[in-house]
């Protein structure tokens, strides 16, 4: 009762990514509200699936496997969650703000008539106070995310109703093993209890998921470019900068669209978040939309002609000169001592 609930997705026989991150940062809210981490898992052929999932520090996992769980459709995985949520009555749920969690989550929220905060960037636990009702509310969940088109940061809070739902991109939040033989409660349930022959309307006949042309996420060293690069002929510099340090290229939402540079790299609150060891910002001004997918980047690497650009105040190095000056011999540099 009262727990912080995770929506466990599945990738083929294992946990997404998106999902172990959030049991990591779970825990954490966890410990700081002094009550359990649980997870829910739907879908088919999951024996020890546990294995996966107890190692992030989850206290008990809700598991519903059923054929019809697996490929995800809406209704019965919204049915699982509504009815177990009426029953556990958790105080907070975080899903993958994914194509799944991104239509889940609305569904279930609706329903349970309980919000939802999407694309947070942070979560945290804190107090309000509510000055016209005289009203000081204690741990609610503060759901950060940027707003109005990442001109400010906002900080969402729901006092009166549960769960408090949000959901949070890939790549946001660390994944960290909490202990690798921590064990918890397994609790199978039956589907049937909580699924009706109706929402198995929809059958999944054939699925194809297509793989992703470049690996921003895994990335060491991304070379990114913003609306500075000028066209996507400028964008050419970055990719062949990128060819000798062997890195990923990346892009800013203005590049993007702008047509500099492909939607699928991206890299921001409406993009792809990274955490490379090298991030070199090229041409990029650094709203905070763009920030928020980069900034926990081992080094960042600024080259930018305005000395004031936003950027330039988290970037460990700044290289203060045109991309067009700066670039080319950059290349020329790396060409000459990597033979």
Known sequence: MNNVFVYCELEGNNIADVSLELLTKGRKLANQLGCQLEAVVAGHNLD?????????????????????????????????????????????CLMGATVIGRDLGPRVSSALTSGLTADCTALEIGEHEDKKAEKVYKNLLYQIRPAFGGNIVATIINP????????????????????????????RHNPAEYISDSDYIIKVIERHVEKAKHNLKGAPIIVAGGYGMGSREGFDMLFELAKELH?????????????????????????????P????????????????????????????????????TIADYVINGTVEEVIPKMIKYYKQNSK
């Open 48 to 92: 020890g699936i546990e294995k996966e999932i107890f190692p992030y520090g989850v206290d008990r996992i809700h598991i519903f496997d059923a054929p019809g769980l697996f490929p995800y459709t809406s209704l019965p995985h919204s049915s699982v969650l509504i009815k177990l949520f009426k029953k556990e009555l958790p105080q907070i």
């Open 160 to 187: 009166d109703h549960r769960p408090q739902m949000a959901t949070v991109r890939e790549g946001v939040m660390k994944k960290e093993i909490l202990d690798p033989n921590y064990k918890g409660e397994v609790i």
């Open 247 to 275: 890195a990923e290229v990346g892009g800013s939402r203005a590049a993007v669209d702008a047509g500099f540079c492909d939607h699928d790299r991206q890299i921001g609150q409406t993009g792809v978040t990274v955490r």
């Open 277 to 312: 060891k090298l991030y070199i910002a090229c041409g990029i001004s650094g709203q905070i939309q763009h920030i928020a997918g980069m900034q926990e980047s081992g080094i960042i690497i600024s080259i930018n002609n305005d000395e004031n650009a936003p950027i330039n």
